[in-house]
């Protein structure tokens, strides 16, 4: 009786642990069909020349030094990467600055209607807004040419120029997401302790020292976390320069997601397509970890 006892525990732990397995085999079956066998294909597929007739065959590197010897891959490269840091940069810095002004006393119905109204852009899918923005860049019909023209300026080619088409991306890039960092850095400040700030504004500290001093050490983790988020998204961009320059003119806006994109169903060139993705994952992963060990410098935990 005793031995039946003692075993009673061990049955009843296999049995809920055949439970959770079976609650959650749903869910690895999906991961495992839709995300680790295509990562695990695609990084196959990158070390071969990949024909729909004639299937795949061995090449090594071939790929991989097409990639890093083609000019053309390189710009695109450098577009990416100039994409991301300006997108960063301001995607981050303007949903400070907004989460600053907005939190602080203010009306209700104020304080609610600027929220909104910043957080709004975010919740419409990219493609839309692409395609308004696109109205409002145009040429000849554009708004905002419109209004310059009535002001008396020369109209600016925000789309069709190689100078000015990747800021206009940007512009509209940093309107779409600011918001959602904004509401994020709200988030966080409403955690910083007011008795540490009531102090700080009772000793003289000024608001530069206020901020730099209280206020971004305590929310340096959320920084840190909008950094790696905005960057990883920042280098998947896609769908915003496909409408609204198609990655032109020339390829002075083209991104590597696109080039991917062309590659596998344009040219049908699988396996250059699959080496893009395999660099564009190890360049996010790169980054990210630098990213990580910088952060051990100026993250307050």
């Known amino acids: 009786m005793t031995t039946i006892a003692a075993n009673r525990p061990s049955e009843l732990r296999r049995a809920q642990a055949r439970a959770g397995y079976l609650f959650i085999l749903p869910s690895f079956v999906l991961y495992l069909t839709f995300v680790l066998a295509p990562v695990i ?6 070390f071969t020349y990949y024909d729909a007739i004639d299937g795949a065959s061995f090449v090594g590197l071939d790929n991989f030094v097409r990639f890093l010897t083609d000019e053309r891959s390189l710009q695109i ?10 997108a960063v940069t301001f995607n981050v810095g303007v949903g400070l600055a907004l989460a600053m002004a907005l939190n602080r006393a ?23 807004v692409s395609i308004v923005w696109g109205y409002f860049y145009g040429d000849d019909l554009g708004v905002i040419n419109y209004y310059l023209i009535r002001l008396g300026f020369a109209p600016v080619r925000w789309l069709t120029s190689s100078s000015t088409a990747m800021m206009s991306i940007i512009i509209m890039d940093v309107w779409k997401n600011t918001g959602f960092f904004m509401i994020i850095f709200i988030a966080a400040l409403q955690g910083v302790p007011k008795n540490i700030m009531d102090a700080a504004v ?15 050490p305590f929310i340096s983790p959320v920084i840190f ?5 905005a960057s990883i998204g920042a280098m998947q961009v896609y769908e915003s320069i496909v409408i609204l320059t198609q990655g032109g003119p020339g390829d002075s806006t083209r991104s590597m997601s696109i080039l991917i994109v062309e590659e596998a169903f344009g040219s049908f ?8 993705s395999v660099v564009l ?3 996010i992963l790169v980054i990210t970890s630098l990213q990580l060990i910088a952060s051990r410098r100026w993250v307050s935990y």
């Open 77 to 86: 490269f450098w577009n990416t990467l100039r994409f991301t840091f300006f």
């Open 41 to 46: 294909v695609t990084f196959l597929l990158s």
């Open 281 to 283: 994952t190890l360049v």
């Open 225 to 229: 976390f909008n950094i790696v988020y």
């Open 202 to 216: 009772m000793d003289g500290a000024n608001w530069w020292r206020r901020f730099s001093r209280i206020i971004l």
């Open 269 to 276: 060139e699988i396996g250059y397509a699959a080496s893009v």
């Open 106 to 128: 203010m009306p209700a119905f104020l304080l609610y209607f600027f929220r909104l109204a910043f957080f709004l852009p975010v919740i419409i899918a990219a493609a839309f």
